[in-house]
Each structure stands twice: as C-alpha cells, then as structure tokens.
Nanobody, 121 residues
Framework: QVQLVESGGGLVQPGGSLRLSCVVSGRIFSINVMAWYRQALGKQRELVARITRGGITDYADSVKGRFIISRDNAKNTVYLQMNSLKPEDTAVYYC???????????????WGQGTQVTVSS
C-alpha cells in the first residue's frame, strides 16, 4: 500500500560524507513528519533527525552541526546529508514517514527496509 525505499548508504572513510535518500510511494494522500533513525549493532534504534511538512527540523545531539535533513514534498522524498562522518555513525539507517492514505484515513507510520552506513578507514 505504502512503500519506503532508502538508498545512498555505503562505506566511507572518517571525515567523509554521504547523502541518503528515501522515496515514499504507493497510496498517498499526505505525508506529515518524515524522519531518519539508525540502529548500530547491539544497540537500540535511535532518532537521528526529523522534519515536518513545513520544514521544521530536529536533530539528535550527536549529529547536530554535521547532518542535515531535508525533504522534497513534490517528490515524496526525504534526504539526509551526512558530513564529517565518524566511526560511531556506523549503523543501519532507516527512514519513516507519517502517511495518510486518504482524506478520511488515520495517519500511520511506515518504515523503510534500511540502508547500511559504515564509517571506517
């Protein structure tokens, strides 16, 4: 019904940059908050950044000043520009989105399948 597909992950050296993308497709009436989470091996999933439909952003303290979240509402896409990457940023990154599938529907949260980001020399 609604699918989220992330891309842009990979292997990067410390200090490098990556840009993640997440496209939402399917039955979409509106998309509210979009967000990026990450889960490192053996740790709980944590919020990295989120953005409202109007462009208000919020970041985890660990990524403030290094990561930038943005979205293109016309393309139903959210981005995460990651700069000055550190080994501790290594994790699987997931996007989620609050989606209404019709004008009368409740908003539901949908998740992507995740993309691996590895920061290592």
């Amino acid at each position: 019904q609604v699918q989220l597909v992330e891309s842009g992950g990979g292997l990067v050296q410390p200090g490098g940059s990556l840009r993640l993308s997440c496209v939402v497709s399917g039955r979409i009436f509106s998309i509210n908050v979009m967000a990026w989470y990450r889960q490192a091996l053996g740790k709980q999933r944590e919020l990295v950044a989120r953005i409202t439909r109007g462009g208000i952003t919020d970041y985890a303290d660990s990524v403030k000043g290094r990561f930038i979240i943005s979205r293109d509402n016309a393309k139903n896409t959210v981005y995460l520009q990651m700069n000055s990457l550190k080994p501790e940023d290594t994790a699987v990154y997931y996007c989620d989105a609050g989606v209404k599938t019709s004008i009368g529907a409740w908003e539901a949260t949908y998740w992507g399948q995740g993309t691996q980001v590895t920061v290592s020399s």
